[in-house]
């Protein structure tokens, strides 16, 4: 087992649910690094995840995680949107399929061109299912998503179990990034009734309360990206909830 997939593991038996902040290197300017990385180390989230759908610029990439790094001894995880959304200064990368994708591309062929380059730069690999629910959101369009119909939360559940038994180490469900409304608690319940491995959820999560419901209903790991760049303020509170929710869980 690879070191951050360690941490993640002991931290999830620990604390009961985690936190991970997602950061769009789009969304982020040179300056401004400083005080986001500084503001979620201090609001107690559990690691970082650099990426988002659309291609940023490599220098600018390596620029960004070298910056937190410098700041922050939290985990720095990629979240690629392509194979060339790689980096040697990152700890870690989510080797994810977008298993309801539409084009073979997001679900295979570009893990078969990434593979190597990550082998090559030495970055951790965890094998992550990701399921987006609807076409509407930025990845849902990039990544061709076929949307589930919302009163069949079993279809999900049938994708979610089948990663488990294809051997990823999460499932990440997604409502899509800036989502108006999150993952529904009954799906929620639906899913992680079939699911043995970490459930992860994102998207249109922006209050404590709506965190604290999610992780009651079975998810492991919360991520929020669109609330660092509204409202940074609000994130420890987010952050406490989700742990409140995990210790009741245990």
């Known amino acids: 087992m690879g070191k951050v997939l360690n941490y993640l593991i002991e931290k999830l038996r620990d604390d009961g649910a985690l936190h991970f902040s997602l950061i ?3 969304d982020v300017v040179e300056s401004s690094i400083e005080k986001i990385a500084t503001a979620i180390e201090d609001s107690g989230s559990d690691a970082i995840m650099v990426g988002g759908s659309t291609l940023s610029m490599q220098k600018w990439l390596d620029t960004l995680i070298l910056g937190l790094k410098k700041c922050t001894t939290l985990p720095v995880i990629l979240f690629p949107g392509n ?4 980096s040697p200064h990152a700890d870690a990368v989510w080797f994810m399929s977008l298993l309801n ?6 679900i295979s062929e570009a893990q078969a061109l990434a593979a190597p380059l990550v082998k090559k730069l030495g970055i951790e690999p ?3 299912a990701y399921i987006v629910l609807r076409s509407s959101s930025s990845v849902g369009f990039v990544g061709h998503v076929r949307d589930f119909p919302e009163h069949k939360p079993e279809l999900v559940a049938m994708y979610a179990l089948a990663a488990q038994y294809m051997g990823f180490k ?11 409304k999150p993952v529904s608690t009954e799906m929620i ?6 699911l043995e491995i970490p459930l992860i959820v994102g998207g249109g999560i922006k209050s404590p309360k709506v965190a604290y419901e999610i992780v009651k209903a079975g998810a ?12 940074l303020s609000i994130l ?3 952050v406490k909830a989700i742990k409140k929710a995990g210790r009741e869980k245990k």
């Open 83 to 86: 194979p060339a959304m790689l």
């Open 220 to 231: 492991d790991c919360i991520v929020t990206g669109t609330i660092l760049e509204e409202k």
């Open 101 to 106: 994708s539409a084009n073979p591309f997001f």
């Open 236 to 238: 420890p509170s987010i």
């Open 24 to 26: 769009d290197p789009v």
């Open 126 to 128: 965890i094998p992550l």
């Open 189 to 194: 319940r639906k899913v992680k009734k079939f």
């Open 170 to 180: 999460f499932v990440y469900l997604e409502a899509g990034s800036g989502a108006e």
